[in-house]
C-alpha cells in the first residue's frame, strides 16, 4: 500500500512540476490560439478539432466547452469535433484509408478562415498529419498540438498556424497538459469575448 501511495503522490508531482515548468513556454502560443479563435468566431467562421484516442477526447471536450460555454453563460461558438460522428468515422475507414478520416471531413466541412485544432500526442498521427495538409488546402488555420519533439507533424506548419508543444515523452503527462492548455484558451476567448476577469 505505501509503495502505491509513493507511486500515486510520485505522479502529481511529476505532473505538477512539468505543468509549472511549460507555463512560460506556452503561454504565448496558447494566447495566440484564443485570439485567432476568436477573430476567425467573430468573421463567422468555425473551429473543426480532431485527435485520437485521448486527444479525440480532447477534441470533443473542447468543442463541447464552445458550443455550450466554459465556465461564464455565453452564445454557444461555432466548432465541431471530428471524432465524435462515429458513423462517418468508421464508413471513412472502412472505404477508405483510416488515414483519410479527419481529412474527407475536412475537405467536406471546412471552408477559408475556418481554423483546425489538431491534437497528436506523437506528432506522427497520420490521420492527423493528412488532416492538417487538408485544412492548409481548405485554406484554413491550424493550432497543431504535439508532444515529444514535435514529429512529422511541425513540418507541415508554417509562420501562420500556432504550435503547442509539450516537450515530454510521456503520453500521459502530455495528455494532462493538453487539458490544462485547452482550459487556458477557453477562458482567453472568454475573456476576449465578454471581458471577463
Excluded at 503561454?27 to 485567432?36: D, M, R, V
Aim: glycine letters at 8%; one cysteine or more; charged letters at 15%.
Amino acid at each position: 500500500m505505501n509503495d502505491l501511495h509513493t507511486r500515486i503522490t510520485a505522479h502529481f508531482e511529476e505532473s505538477g512540476h512539468l505543468k509549472l515548468e511549460l507555463a512560460e513556454l506556452l503561454a504565448t502560443p496558447i494566447a495566440n490560439s484564443a485570439e485567432l479563435i476568436v477573430q476567425a468566431l467573430l468573421n463567422e467562421k468555425k473551429i473543426l478539432a480532431c485527435g485520437n484516442g485521448g486527444s479525440a477526447s480532447n477534441a470533443q471536450y473542447f468543442a463541447s466547452r464552445m458550443l455550450n460555454r466554459y465556465v461564464h453563460e455565453r452564445p454557444g461558438l461555432a466548432a465541431i469535433a471530428l471524432p465524435a460522428d462515429i458513423s462517418t468515422l468508421t464508413s471513412i475507414a472502412n472505404d477508405n484509408h483510416f488515414e483519410q478520416v479527419f481529412a474527407r471531413q475536412i475537405t467536406a466541412l471546412g471552408h477559408h478562415g475556418d481554423i483546425l485544432l489538431a491534437l497528436s500526442t506523437s506528432g506522427n498521427s497520420k490521420n492527423i498529419l493528412h488532416a492538417i495538409s487538408a485544412a492548409k488546402e481548405a485554406g484554413m488555420h491550424v493550432i497543431a498540438f504535439s508532444g515529444g519533439d514535435g514529429g512529422e507533424l511541425v513540418e507541415l506548419l508554417t509562420e501562420e498556424d500556432i504550435h503547442i508543444g509539450v516537450p515530454h515523452e510521456h503520453p500521459a503527462r502530455v495528455q494532462e497538459v493538453y487539458m490544462l492548455t485547452l482550459h487556458c484558451i477557453c477562458d482567453a476567448i472568454d475573456c476576449l469575448l465578454l471581458g471577463v476577469n
